[in-house]
């Protein structure tokens, strides 16, 4: 055992997250779940008809700037899944069954501190994400008002 976790065969169980392949495991394990999710499934394929060969290296870049600082992506995450709400409103219900499939999919195929950042990580996305398209502040902190005399509300 070394200091980032036990060592294992690439996509096997018992080993952290290390580096671009591991996330492109990760990605292409967890799309292949949520494509075939009754639920969000359907919002992929039949929605936002999702081209998943053009979308695995954005999203690879995604997660490998999430979890690795890799400064691969550049883009706006908010953009596409405003696109996509006014197209299929996306509730509770969407962003937490993605979540389950991403926490599902890391939990089967890591274990360490990047898989544990990974599923923290989606979480704030999520909630991100959701508090945005019902157009409140992306945080899930709300910042303390305070009236005219300094006094807190």
Same mark, same amino acid.
């Given at each position: 055992?070394?200091?980032?976790? #036990?060592?294992?065969? %690439?996509?096997?169980? &018992? ?13 292409? !394990? ?6 075939? +999710? #009754?639920?969000? =499934? ?6 936002? %008809?999702?081209?998943? *060969?053009?979308?695995? #290296? ?8 999430? @979890? ?12 596409? $899944?405003?696109?996509? $709400?006014?197209?299929?409103?996306? &509730?509770?219900?969407?962003?937490? %069954?993605? /979540?389950?499939?991403?926490? @599902?999919?890391? *939990?089967?195929?890591?274990? =360490? +501190?990047?898989?544990?950042? !990974? ?13 945005? /398209? ?11 008002? %305070?009236?005219? =005399?300094?006094?807190?509300?």
């Amino acid at each position: 055992m070394n200091a980032s976790g #036990p060592v294992a065969v %690439r996509g096997g169980t &018992g080993r952290d997250l290390a580096d671009r392949a591991d996330v492109e495991v990760l990605v292409t !394990a967890f799309y292949r779940r949520a494509f075939a +999710d #009754p639920l969000i =499934g359907p919002v992929f394929t039949e929605v936002a %008809r999702m081209d998943l *060969d053009a979308h695995m #290296p954005i999203m690879c870049d995604f997660w490998e700037t999430v @979890l690795f600082a890799a400064g691969r992506y550049r883009r706006n995450a908010l953009a596409p $899944h405003l696109a996509l $709400h006014r197209m299929a409103p996306l &509730g509770a219900e969407h962003f937490g %069954r993605w /979540l389950a499939l991403w926490t @599902l999919t890391v *939990d089967g195929l890591f274990r =360490g +501190d990047k898989a544990e950042l !990974a599923k923290r990580q989606a979480e704030r996305i999520a909630g991100s994400l959701q508090r945005r /398209l019902a157009g409140r502040d992306a945080s899930e902190y709300v910042s303390i008002r %305070r009236r005219e =005399g300094g006094e807190a509300l």
